[in-house]
């Protein structure tokens, strides 16, 4: 019998240049009594568009701001958990990059209290979705934790977006990359999403909709961010990055894409983020897939237009037989390579990536 279906997404969605002068207006009904989790740029760019809102509208709810230096650990979450409970706070909000947002969806968690995210950079899809990534006090990985729901409410300035460095939408556009086609294994042959539910046509739908809008609008995007302006082009991919990829990983499921993220964390010489990793493990996803060259070309000419890696020394890895070490790690048991009908061994997923890094210098023999 097939898996019962199931969708999430966070319950308020915004996004707009300058949309955080609302921010009091449109999260008032959750409290009145605020922890901002920020990272040290999200404290400096948030907070003045923030206390605007708040002075704007008269409203006499406070605000707590604390800077945020540290990784989403068991003890930062303690010390967090703590301030809420000596100061009463009712709402948590995260602001920053990867481990500011986890930490505070942590807090809400634990203390049973609803949180809003406003991501400062799109340079993975975690603002959406309803999981952290915990680590020990010593930064090794602890577990994920899986929340009952998203996030509350997710605010995007896309003007915040396009004053941070462009190498982090580029690097968004990677992890959106594997959206489509890691839910598209795991909707053939009855896989679960990442919240351990069947697949829906929605998320599919949502997925679809992700590759599609980056592989539109990619370039342009990445003009405006360069430039520090905001376009439409630049707002579509800000909402396939952060929306679309987010919750389409969440409700949609992952596959050897990020199972070859998770087997490079392995090699110290790799010089990429998480995204970059994703689209190297799209490309070998397709090989294994054995895609259609049409398709093929297609993901990877879109990974070269935007200067997403397509060789292995793009990753930074000058030995292939490193990628063994890594092929090792993301065909351990629990990864979501497993998800491939037939499954995948180590040995087939080294060949994929040594493959990819082959096809590159094939189509661009000038690098
Ligand atoms: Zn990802």
Redesign the pocket.
Known sequence: MARTKLFRAPHKYIQAENCLLEFCEETKMLGDKFLFICSRSAHRTIRPLVEKSFEEAGSDASRHYEVFGGISSLGEIAKFRKMVQDEGINVIVGSGGGSAIDTAKATAYYEGLPVIVIPTVCA??AACTGLSVLYNDDHTFNSYIFYPKNPDIVMVDSGIIANAPVKFLVSGMG?AL?TYFEARVCASNDSPSLENGGIMRSAMALCRCCYDTIREYGLQAKAACENHVVTPPLDAVIEANTYLSGVG?DNGGLCVA?SVYDGLTALEERKVD??DC?AYGTLAQLILEGAPKEEYEEVLFFCKEIGLPTTLEDLGITDPERVKIAAEKATIEGESIHNMPGDVTAVQLYAAMIAVDAMSKKYFPEG
Request: aromatic share 0%; no cysteine.
């Open positions: 993975t899809d992890d594997g990983a990020h998480h995204g994703v």
